[in-house]
């Protein structure tokens, strides 16, 4: 059974950083993509960051570019989210997910702009507020 930990969020200044791990467990971790999710009140989900290890592969929208970093540890089965420069419009609860094995690079893009049409494996959220 595919199971996704996410932690690390909390209540943060503008200017202020957070890490939010997600510990990944119940399939091989090494071959699936790994993707950072979030959604505000009232607004739809946007992928923020995702990272495919077997590509070497990392796609940042550009709302974080610059700002966050999305790493992996594949001893762990953990990715981390490293978010510095919060803003305000960050606040959001984020949430881990995971698809694959893909068959190309491109497909890491497709999960993480919401393009792709195969099955995914959600975690809970973790509320991230981001004070003005």
């Known amino acids: 059974e595919v199971q996704l930990q996410a932690s690390g969020g909390g209540l943060v200044q503008a200017g202020g950083s957070l890490r939010l791990s997600c510990a990944a467990s119940?399939?091989?971790?090494?071959?699936?993509?790994i993707g950072w999710f979030r959604q505000a009140p009232g607004k739809e989900r946007e992928g923020v960051a995702c990272?495919?290890?077997?590509?070497?592969?990392?796609y940042y929208s550009d709302s974080v570019k610059g700002r966050f970093t999305i790493s992996s540890d594949n001893a762990k089965n953990t990715v981390y989210l490293q978010m510095n420069n919060l803003k305000p419009e960050d606040t959001a609860v984020y949430y881990c997910a995971t698809a694959g094995p893909f068959p190309r690079p491109a497909y890491l893009t497709y999960y993480c702009t919401g393009h792709y049409s195969g099955l995914h494996s959600w975690g809970q959220g973790t509320l991230v507020t981001v004070s003005s």
């Open positions: 990272i495919d290890t077997h590509y070497n592969m990392t």
């Open positions: 119940g399939f091989t971790f090494d071959d699936y993509a």
